[in-house]
C-alpha cells in the first residue's frame, strides 16, 4: 500500500471541507458592511445570514443523487464550481438580490461537500487509518474557518467595501480545488457496487490496501449480495434503522451545543460580553484558532483511543465550559476576556469531540449500497439544525439574554453525554463491510 497515495487523495479532496468552512464563517466579518451597504431592514438581513445555509439544507438533501448518479469525483468538480461562481457572484453584485442568489448557490457547495468528500474519504481509507483520514475533512473546515476570520481581519481594515474582498477571493482556492481533483480517482467501491467496473476497482484498491485488495474487493461484493438476498437497500428499513436514529442524534447534537451560533455571531457575542468592535474580531480569530489546534489533535488521537471515547472528554468538557459561559453572563458586570476564556474552552472540546467525530462516524456506520443516502441524511439533520439555531439565536439571546441561551446548550450538552453513554458504538478499526453488516445500538 502506498500510504502517501492515500494520504495525497484524502487531502485532495478534504479540500472541500477548506471551502466549507472558508464559505460558513467569510459572512461573519461582512454581515453588517452588508446590512449598512444595502440598507436591510431586520428581515432581509436575517435572509442574508440565513440563505446560505438554506442552500447547505438543499444541497445536503439531494448530496445522495449526485454522488451516486454521476460518481464521487465529478460531484467533487460540481462542488468547486458552485464555490467558484458563489465567491465571484458575491463580490461582484450590484444589488441585494443577485446577491443572496449567489450565498445560496454557495451553499448548495457546502451541502453536497458535506455528503461527498466524507464518503470518499471512507471508501479509499484503510480501516485502521480511517478516522485520521476522514478527520482531514474537519481539519481543512476548521483551517478554512480560521484563514476566513482572519482573512476578514485583514481584509476589514481596507474600507467600507472591504467586503467584497473578503467574500471574492474564495475564488482563488475554489479554482485550486478544482484542478486537483483532477488527479484523484474515482471511489473503488463506487465503481465496484455503482457501475460493475470490478478490475478498475481492483486497480485502486491496490494502492489502499495493497496484497489485501482482491479479499477487500470480494468483501465488497458479499456484503452487497447479502443484502440483495436480504431484499432491503432502503435507507429506513429495519435493518438499517440503529444506523439512522444515531446518525440523527449525533446531528442534531452537533447543533444543539450553539457551535454554530458562535460561528455565525462570534463578533457580536463577544460585544455582548463587553469587548469593543476590533477586540472582537480579534477574539474571534482566536477562537478559530483553537478550533483548528484541537482538531489536529483529534485526528490524531481518533484511531488511537477511539470515536466514542473522543466523544465522552467533549462531552464533559463542553458541559464544563459552557456552563462557565451562562454563569459569566448572569454576573451583573460581565468580564469580556473571560467569555472569551470559556468559549475558546468550549471550541477545545467541541472539536476535540464532536467537531473531529462527526463526518467521520456517519460515513462510517452505513452498508455501502446506502452509504451516501445515510451521509445525505446526517448532513441534512446537521445543516437543518444548523440553520434553525443561527436564525433563532439572535431572538433568544435577545428574548432571554446569554445567560439563559448558554445554560439551554449545556442541557443540551448533558444529553448528549446520556447519548454517548447509552447508545453511541466504537467504530474504530472495524472495516466498512462489517460494520454495514453488524451495526446495532450499544
Known amino acids: 500500500m502506498n500510504k502517501n497515495t492515500v494520504l495525497a487523495w484524502s487531502f485532495v479532496v478534504a479540500l472541500g471541507g477548506f471551502l466549507f468552512g ?34 447547505t439544507v438543499l444541497g445536503a438533501a439531494m448530496g445522495a443523487y449526485p454522488s451516486d448518479k454521476l ?23 450590484q444589488d441585494w438580490n443577485t446577491f443572496i442568489l449567489f450565498r445560496f448557490l454557495g451553499g448548495i457547495g457546502v451541502g ?4 461527498t468528500a466524507p464518503i470518499y474519504i471512507s471508501e479509499i481509507s484503510p480501516a485502521k487509518s480511517r478516522g485520521k483520514l476522514v478527520g ?15 482573512s476578514n481581519y485583514f481584509i476589514g481594515q481596507g474600507g467600507e467595501e472591504s467586503w467584497r474582498w473578503m467574500l471574492g477571493v474564495q475564488a482563488f482556492p475554489s479554482l485550486v480545488f478544482f484542478v486537483l481533483i483532477s488527479f484523484v480517482p474515482e471511489s473503488p467501491r463506487w465503481l465496484l457496487l ?6 478498475e476497482a481492483t486497480a485502486i484498491m491496490k494502492k489502499v490496501s495493497g496484497e489485501q485488495a482482491a479479499y477487500d474487493v470480494e468483501s465488497m461484493l458479499k456484503s452487497q449480495q447479502k443484502v440483495k438476498a436480504g431484499g432491503d437497500g432502503l435507507l429506513f428499513s429495519k435493518n438499517n434503522r440503529s444506523a439512522v436514529i444515531l446518525a440523527i442524534l449525533f446531528a442534531i447534537f452537533n447543533q444543539v451545543s450553539g457551535i454554530n451560533a458562535i460561528i455565525y455571531y462570534a463578533p457580536r457575542v463577544f460585544e455582548m460580553a463587553g469587548l469593543g468592535a476590533q477586540s472582537s474580531l480579534l477574539s474571534t480569530v482566536g477562537i478559530g484558532l483553537v478550533n483548528f489546534i484541537f482538531t489536529l489533535l483529534a485526528i490524531n488521537f481518533i484511531d488511537k483511543i477511539g470515536r466514542r471515547k473522543l466523544m465522552f472528554i467533549g462531552s464533559l468538557g463542553m458541559i464544563w465550559a459552557l456552563s462557565l459561559v451562562s454563569y459569566a453572563f448572569f454576573l451583573d458586570t460581565v468580564a469580556g476576556m473571560m467569555v472569551t476564556v470559556y468559549l475558546m474552552l468550549f471550541i477545545a472540546f467541541f472539536a476535540f469531540s464532536q467537531g473531529a467525530v462527526i463526518w467521520v462516524f456517519i460515513s462510517e456506520i452505513f452498508p455501502n449500497d446506502i452509504r451516501a443516502k445515510g451521509q445525505t441524511l446526517g448532513s441534512l439533520t446537521h445543516w437543518v439544525m444548523a440553520a434553525v439555531i443561527t436564525f433563532c439565536f439572535p ?19 448533558v444529553l448528549q453525554l446520556l447519548y454517548v453513554w447509552k447508545l453511541m458504538p466504537e467504530t474504530k478499526g472495524k472495516s466498512l463491510e462489517e460494520m454495514g453488516n453488524t451495526m446495532t445500538l450499544h
Open 22 to 55: 472558508f464559505d460558513t464563517a467569510v459572512i461573519s466579518g461582512a454581515e453588517k458592511a452588508v446590512q449598512l451597504f444595502w440598507s436591510l431592514n431586520e428581515f432581509q438581513h436575517g435572509l442574508t445570514m440565513a440563505i446560505a445555509l438554506i442552500g
Open 71 to 93: 460518481g464521487r469525483k465529478s460531484t467533487l468538480f460540481l462542488v468547486a464550481s458552485l464555490y467558484f461562481i458563489s465567491a465571484i457572484g458575491t463580490a461582484f453584485a
Open 112 to 115: 453536497v461537500s458535506s455528503v
Open 136 to 150: 482531514l475533512f474537519q481539519f481543512n473546515v476548521v483551517l478554512g474557518i480560521l484563514v476566513a476570520y482572519l
Open 194 to 199: 455503482h457501475r460493475g467496473k470490478k478490475e
Open 395 to 413: 431572538a433568544l439571546t435577545g428574548l432571554l439574554g446569554g445567560a439563559y441561551t448558554f445554560l439551554i446548550f449545556a442541557v443540551c450538552m
